[in-house]
Each structure stands twice: as structure tokens, then as C-alpha cells.
Nanobody, 119 residues
Framework: VQLQASGGGLVPSGGSLRLSCAAS????????VGWFRRVPGKQSEGVGC????????YYPDLVKGRFIISRVNSENTVYLQMNSLKPEDTAVYYC?????????????WGQGTLVTVSS
């Protein structure tokens, strides 16, 4: 199982960016997928997730109304659309999923993609 996060880059404040989380070795639609971000020296924080049940999405207040998570099953990919970006959104973004099989819980993480928002 591998998750491949991509799409990061440099964007001006107020701009938009779409991150991708592509999976191999597993069917992504069967699992909930979360997006997290980390700034060096700070704890990572969740920026949203998409549930395996009905694709319900959840966002913390700090990104609600600006970030949108979706999945395209035919591409086995989950997307994070980020709008109205702010300099404080600058971070390395990761996608994550948890697989429980035979009673064993495994967490899988994408390798991270850097988003830099210039002021």
C-alpha cells in the first residue's frame, strides 16, 4: 500500500491549489482519508477528512469554507482543493489513511507535499 501526495507549490495569498493523494495497492474508496499539515517546530494539525461512508467530509474551523476534500474513485485518488489561501497555510501537507486488517491497525501516510503561500 502506498499513498502519493502531490500538487504542492508556491501560490500568492488569496490563491488556490489542489493537492492529490493517489493510492496504489489498495482501493481508496473503501477507506476514510485525512489530510494533515505540519509546520517545522509545530505539531501537525488536521485540515479535514473524507469518510468512507457516503463520502461525508469534515473540516476544522480554521479551514472550513476554504478547503474542500473530494475523491475520484476511477482515479483511486483523493483531492484537497484549497482556496483563499493565507500565508499561515504554509506547511507540508500529508494524506493519511488507517487500515485495520486481522485486528492489526496500520497507518499509511503520503510522503508530504510543500505548500508555500506568499504574502
Amino acid at each position: 500500500v502506498q499513498l502519493q501526495a502531490s500538487g504542492g507549490g508556491l501560490v500568492p495569498s488569496g490563491g488556490s491549489l489542489r493537492l492529490s493523494c493517489a493510492a496504489s495497492g489498495i482501493t481508496l474508496k473503501d477507506y476514510s482519508v485525512g489530510w494533515f499539515r505540519r509546520v517545522p517546530g509545530k505539531q501537525s494539525e488536521g485540515v479535514g477528512c473524507i469518510s468512507s461512508k457516503n463520502d461525508n467530509t469534515y473540516y476544522p474551523d480554521l479551514v472550513k469554507g476554504r478547503f474542500i476534500i473530494s475523491r475520484v474513485n476511477s482515479e483511486n485518488t483523493v483531492y484537497l482543493q484549497m482556496n483563499s489561501l493565507k500565508p499561515e497555510d504554509t506547511a507540508v501537507y500529508y494524506c493519511q489513511m488507517t487500515v485495520i486488517s486481522s485486528g492489526i491497525r496500520r497507518n499509511y501516510w503520503g510522503q508530504g507535499t510543500l505548500v508555500t503561500v506568499s504574502s
